[in-house]
């Protein structure tokens, strides 16, 4: 061990620390996270399963560490979490696909001044064309990534709406809350989802404050 280690498991006791610096914010906090991943429309598991895949998009390693005992704690498998994990990689590129429709626009210099609309996605075709077979790649992982397994289509759709909300991609945003009414989701089960994306966007931040403290010490 030396002290070029930036992460270290040890280091998320540090959290605590915090409520001493600043006891009304972190005990709001606590509050809140632990409201969004209780059992309610979504069950405990799933909102767990969400949790591990939005941490995998923010890169946040205690997040990770955190979410994934969590989840193992509620019987999910290893196979369950790697799913959610591809689910996250899958929205996490296919947020850098997307904005690549206004990529399209940027480089053709649209005199258009609103930057998202929903008549940008019929560019797509012109993505396909311009890398045919980076495009079919993608479209086959992404398939094979939200084709129901041991986590279902729903649960699958639930995640992805998560992570949208974590990447800010407004069409994944607008797709993958379309399908997911297509499959019945309710709005309810949208929302919890989303406040789960809340949380864990909000936890990584709070979670990184181990290494500010560090970097104020060192």
Do not use: W
Request: aromatic letters at 6%; charged letters at 25%.
């Amino acid at each position: 061990m030396t002290n070029d280690s930036l992460y270290l498991k040890s280091n998320a006791r540090r959290i605590l620390e915090l409520g001493k610096l600043a006891p009304d914010t972190f005990k709001a906090f606590i509050a809140f996270d632990q409201v969004a991943l209780a059992d309610g429309l979504i069950p405990k598991k799933t909102k767990e399963l969400i949790a591990v895949a939005i941490a995998h998009v923010t890169g946040c390693p205690y997040c990770i560490e955190a979410h994934v005992s969590a989840a193992k704690k509620l019987e999910a498998s290893k196979e369950e979490i790697l799913e959610a994990v591809m689910v996250a990689t899958a929205l996490k590129a296919g947020s850098a696909l997307a904005h690549g429709l206004n990529g399209l626009n940027a480089f053709t210099e649209t005199k258009d001044d609103e930057m998202y609309k929903k008549s940008n996605m019929l560019r797509f075709k012109e993505l396909s064309e311009l890398d045919p077979d980076s495009f079919k790649a993608f479209n086959k992982f992404d398939m094979e990534a939200m084709k129901p397994g041991l986590i279902g289509r729903k649960d699958k759709e639930l995640i992805a709406i998560a992570v949208a909300h974590v990447t800010g991609c407004a069409y994944c945003i607008e797709i993958h809350t379309k399908k997911a009414k297509q499959l019945d989701v309710s709005l309810e089960e949208i929302t919890e989802a989303i406040f789960v994306a809340t949380a864990l966007k909000a936890g990584s931040a709070l979670a990184h404050s181990v290494n500010a403290l560090n970097a104020f010490e060192g």
